[in-house]
């Protein structure tokens, strides 16, 4: 693509497509907002997972061709996403079908057994969640939640703001 060298325009390439196919990213997450590689919804971790992909084959492409068709799809995939966040701001509907609620886990420093066992998360797990959180005595845990995004939120102390948990479903 650059020069005749082939070890040298191997090295060449890899380096010259992965800038610019950065560049073109911090460009297009500039445009879009810093939304674009959150992790708030299903579509956002599956949005930076294919980015990440993206980029990996635009640094390694062989030709003009596969360059120039990465770095389409990666504007594809912000446009994409920028027209979801879009219908699903604007629409309850959309909004629950494109994105699972959370869960309760526990609730009051009490184990949802159900819970665990329909969200496959399993006991010693969430107990090292709870150590993370710095927890020190299950009942001043007044919530935990599996979010749409696989993270788990400790919510503890001597208080709760029922707004914190409003869309959490109870299983």
């Not at 990440?52 to 390694?60: E, R």
């Amino acid at each position: 693509m650059f020069i005749d060298n082939t070890w040298f325009d191997t090295a060449l390439r890899g380096v010259i497509l992965s800038a610019a196919a950065t560049i073109w990213i911090v460009m297009l997450i500039r445009i879009n907002g810093l939304r674009s590689l959150s992790k708030m919804t299903n579509f956002d971790f599956v949005m930076t997972i294919a980015l990440g992909s993206l980029l990996a084959g635009a640094a390694q492409a062989s030709d003009w061709q596969g360059f120039g068709q990465a770095m389409v799809a990666m504007l594809g995939l912000f446009i994409v996403q920028y027209g979801t966040a879009r219908l699903r701001k604007a629409s309850d509907t959309v909004e629950a079908a494109m994105q699972n609620a959370p869960v309760f886990l526990m609730r009051d420093g009490e184990f949802l057994e159900d819970a665990l066992r329909a969200t496959r998360v399993a006991k010693s797990d969430l107990v090292a969640k709870l150590r993370e959180a710095n927890v020190l005595d299950l009942k001043h845990v007044r919530a935990v939640v599996l979010e749409t995004t696989g993270d788990v939120s400790v919510l503890h102390g001597d208080v709760l703001d029922e707004i914190l948990v409003e869309n959490v479903k109870r299983i």
